[in-house]
């Protein structure tokens, strides 16, 4: 492989690693409201036992399991970009 492709491949993965990491910080400060709202309304939902509170506790939760595989997902890019940015360096 020629040097001049694998260093623009290797700066194109810099930028989608770079990118990726930054949604990371992002999904996870989510994460973190969208949990503690989850938490908030099963324990509304508990004391209240009304149907209109459950149902806000299930929408809170989905929520927030959504933002858990957004996170998982981010994670798993992450881990390939990297993988893919050592291969790169290891041809130059």
Same mark, same amino acid.
């Given at each position: 492989m020629r040097?001049?492709? +694998?260093?623009?491949?290797l700066r194109d993965v810099h930028t989608r690693l +770079?990118? @990726?990491?930054h949604e990371l910080a992002i999904v996870e400060e989510q994460l973190l409201v969208f949990? #503690? *709202? *989850? #938490?908030d309304s099963? %324990?509304?939902s508990l004391v209240s036992e009304t149907?209109? @509170?459950t149902h806000e506790h299930l929408d809170a939760q989905r929520h927030a399991d959504a933002a858990t595989? *957004?996170? @998982? *997902?981010? +994670? @798993?890019? %992450?881990a390939d970009l990297e993988r893919r940015r050592d291969e790169l360096l290891a041809k130059l």
């Open positions: 040097r001049s492709f +694998v260093e623009r491949s +770079v990118k @990726a990491r949990n #503690d *709202a *989850a #938490d099963r %324990i509304r149907p209109q @509170a595989r *957004a996170r @998982a *997902a981010l +994670v @798993a890019t %992450i």
